[in-house]
C-alpha cells in the first residue's frame, strides 16, 4: 500500500494540543509523574489518529483514507477463499456461542467483587455481559462504536458514500478502530470508579511501586476488560463469515434465554441463604405458583398471596404473561411481509416474489437505542459522583442532567442501587421495569415516595412512562433510518440488487431508477414503521415486566433473534441443497 501525500504542518497544532492536554491532567488532575507519563503514553494514540485524518491530502475525497493504512493493521479474521459448508457454519456457531459462555465465566484477575458496582445492571441482557467477568463490557463498546458511526455517516460528516465499495471498506476499517476506541472510553472510567481492584493486588504492586498500587491494579482490570471485548468483536466477526447470522445477536439471545429460563422454572429460593418460606418463595414463576398454592392455607392465599403471585416481584405472574405476550406479537410481525411481484428478463414465465418484511430493520434499532440509554445512564452516573468527572465545570454534579442516591438514603432501603438515577434527565430516561416500578406509585404514590418516586409526584412519574415511550421510538425510527442506509437495504441498493439478479417487476421498463421509484413507495414508509414498532414493543415489554433478570428489550431482541436465526438456518439449507439458489443470494 502507497504511502498517501500528507500536510506535514498539520503536527504543530496537534503537537500543541497534546501539550495543553498533558498539562491540564497535570494542573487539574494533580497527577504524579508516573501518572502523567502513562496518561500521556494512552492519549498519544487520539492524537496520532487526528493526525493522520487532517494531514491527508490524497486522491481519496474523504479525510478517512488518511486511516486506510492504520486500519489495515488492526486484527481481523479472514474472508473465505470459497462458500464455507452448511455443517461447518453449524460448527463453527455452535463452537463461538461456547466460548462465549466461557468469557462470561472468567472472571476479571485482580477485583474486590463484594465491593463492585454495576453500572450496566439494568443492560446486561442487551449488552450480553456477565458482571465482573471478561465480558463485562459485553457487546457495549460495538455498539456505541456503530451509533457513532451512524450519526456522524447520516449527518454526512464523513463525506462517504456506503454504495462505493472503497469508501464502505474506509467505513468498516474505521469502525473497528473506533470498537478499540470506545472499550476504553467505557473501561476507564468504570476502572477508575467501579471496578474496585482486590486490596492484595495493590498492596504487591505497591510494593514494587510504591504509592501507585491501586493506578496499577486498575490499569490490569482495564487491559482485561480490552481483551475480552476485542475476543468478543473477534468472534462476531467469525460468525458473520464462517457462521449463520451474527454472532453479537446470539450472544444477547443465549444470554437472554438463560434468564428467561431460569425466571420461569428456578426452584431456588429467592434468597439463597435461607429457607424456602411464603416470605422467601422459589425465585422461578412456575415453582412460586405450586410452592404458594400447595403450601400456604387459603386465608393467606386471600390476603396476600394473589398478589404476590400476580405482582410481586420477583417474577410475578403478569410477567410471565407479558413475555408470552410480547413472544406471540414479535413473530406475528416477524412472519408479516409486503410481497413485491418479480419476473425474470429472459425466461418467459419464471415469476417470483421479493418480501420486504414489516420489521425491515430488524432488532438492531432497539439495540441502538438502548446502547444510547445505557451510555446516558453510565456517563450521567460519573458526572454524578466520579473523584474526576464530578468537578468538571456545567456537567460535574448536575442534578439537571441526574442525580444518584447518597449513601445516607442506600442505608435506609435495599429497594434501590446506588446506579438508580432520582432526578435530572437520567431519572426521566430510566426504563421502569415491571407495573410496580411505575403503575402502581402513579395511583399510591404515598406508599412508593422513597423507593420509586424519590419525591417526584404522580404526574412526574407520569411524564416520566411518557418521555421513555416517546425517546424509544424515536431513536428507534432514527436509527432505523440509518441502518437502512449504512446496510445497502435502501431503494437503490435493492433496485441494483433485484437487477443484478436478472431479475425485474413486471409492468416497468427494466431501469434501476425506475425500479427505485417503485420501491419507495415501500421501503421508506416500511423502515418508519419498523422502527416505530420495534422501539413501541421494547418499551410496552418493560413497562408490563418479564420473567428473569433481562428487560423487556431483551424479551424483544431474543425473540426476534431466534426466528431469525431460523430463517437464515432455512436459506442456509436450500442454498446447500441448490447451488444456483446460493449464486442470487450472494448477488443479493
Do not use: C
Request: glycine share 8%; net charge positive.
Amino acid at each position: 500500500m502507497d504511502r498517501p501525500e500528507r500536510n506535514r504542518s498539520v503536527v504543530y497544532p496537534t503537537a500543541l494540543v497534546f501539550i495543553l492536554t498533558v498539562f491540564a491532567f497535570y494542573y487539574f488532575g494533580h497527577y504524579g509523574w508516573l501518572q502523567l507519563l502513562i496518561a500521556s503514553v494512552l492519549i498519544f494514540p487520539l492524537f496520532g489518529i487526528a493526525y493522520l485524518v487532517f494531514s491527508y491530502k490524497g486522491p481519496g475525497k474523504s479525510k478517512l483514507y488518511g486511516l486506510e493504512r492504520l486500519t489495515s493493521l488492526l486484527p481481523a479474521v479472514k474472508k473465505p477463499k470459497g462458500h464455507v459448508q452448511f455443517k461447518y457454519k453449524i460448527m463453527w456457531t455452535a463452537l463461538v456461542v461456547l466460548l462465549y459462555f466461557v468469557l462470561t465465566n472468567i472472571y476479571i484477575y485482580g477485583l474486590d467483587a463484594a465491593k463492585t458496582i454495576d453500572v450496566f445492571a439494568s443492560f446486561r441482557a442487551i449488552f450480553a455481559g456477565a458482571q465482573g467477568s471478561l465480558m463485562d463490557l459485553g457487546i457495549g463498546p460495538i455498539v456505541t462504536a456503530s451509533i457513532v458511526m451512524q450519526l456522524f455517516a447520516g449527518a454526512k460528516i464523513f463525506n462517504l458514500d456506503l454504495q462505493d465499495s472503497k469508501d464502505k471498506a474506509i467505513y468498516q476499517g474505521v469502525q473497528k478502530l473506533m470498537i478499540i476506541l470506545m472499550i476504553f472510553v467505557e473501561a476507564i472510567p468504570q476502572a477508575f470508579g467501579y471496578l474496585v481492584p482486590d486490596p492484595t493486588l495493590v498492596a504487591t504492586l505497591g510494593h514494587f511501586a510504591p504509592g501507585y498500587g491501586v493506578f496499577l491494579a486498575q490499569s490490569i482490570i482495564i487491559a482485561q476488560l480490552f481483551i475480552g471485548t476485542y475476543l468478543v468483536f473477534l468472534f462476531d466477526e467469525l460468525v458473520s463469515k464462517y457462521g449463520i447470522g451474527s454472532g453479537i445477536s446470539l450472544f444477547i439471545a443465549a444470554g437472554v434465554s438463560q434468564q428467561l429460563f431460569t425466571g420461569t422454572f428456578s426452584w431456588l429460593p429467592v434468597s439463597t441463604s435461607a429457607l424456602l418460606s411464603a416470605s422467601n418463595p422459589p425465585a422461578g414463576t412456575i415453582p412460586k405458583i405450586l410452592y404458594l398454592v400447595s403450601s400456604q392455607p387459603s386465608s393467606y392465599l386471600y390476603n396476600t398471596g394473589v398478589d404476590q403471585i400476580v405482582f410481586q416481584q420477583p417474577n410475578p405472574l403478569i410477567a410471565l404473561i407479558g413475555t408470552l405476550l410480547i413472544f406471540f406479537i414479535v413473530a406475528y410481525f416477524q412472519s408479516s411481509k409486503i410481497e413485491l411481484p418479480i419476473a425474470h428478463e429472459r425466461v418467459r414465465g419464471a415469476r417470483g416474489r421479493y418480501p420486504l418484511q414489516l420489521l425491515y430493520a430488524s432488532n438492531i434499532p432497539v439495540i441502538l437505542a438502548t446502547a444510547l440509554l445505557a451510555n446516558i445512564s453510565m456517563w450521567t452516573l460519573l458526572f454524578w459522583n466520579s473523584p474526576v468527572l464530578s468537578h468538571i465545570p456545567l456537567l460535574g454534579h448536575n442534578a439537571l442532567l441526574g442525580s444518584y442516591p447518597s449513601s445516607a438514603l442506600l442505608a435506609t432501603t435495599t429497594a434501590i442501587s446506588s446506579t438508580t438515577p432520582t432526578g435530572g434527565l437520567a431519572f426521566y430516561l430510566y426504563t421502569p421495569n415491571g407495573l410496580s416500578n411505575w403503575l402502581f406509585p402513579i395511583i399510591s404514590p404515598a406508599a412508593y415516595s422513597g423507593t420509586v418516586l424519590f419525591g417526584h409526584s404522580s404526574l412526574q412519574e407520569a411524564a416520566h412512562v411518557v418521555i421513555f415511550f416517546g425517546f424509544m421510538i424515536g431513536a428507534s425510527i432514527i436509527f432505523a433510518k440509518f441502518w437502512i442506509e449504512t446496510t445497502n437495504m435502501g431503494a437503490a441498493s435493492v433496485a441494483k440488487q433485484i437487477q443484478s439478479s436478472g431479475m425485474q417487476i413486471p409492468g416497468f421498463r427494466r431501469d434501476p431508477k425506475v425500479m427505485e421509484r417503485v420501491l419507495n413507495k415501500y421501503i421508506p414508509a416500511i423502515t418508519v414503521f419498523s422502527g416505530a414498532v420495534v422501539g413501541l414493543l421494547a418499551a410496552g415489554a418493560d413497562l408490563i415486566g418479564t420473567v428473569g433478570q433481562t428487560s423487556g428489550t431483551g424479551l424483544l431482541l431474543a425473540v426476534g433473534i431466534v426466528i431469525q436465526f431460523y430463517e437464515a438456518v432455512g436459506r442456509e439449507q436450500l442454498m446447500e441443497m441448490h447451488p444456483v439458489i446460493r449464486q442470487f443470494f450472494a448477488g443479493a
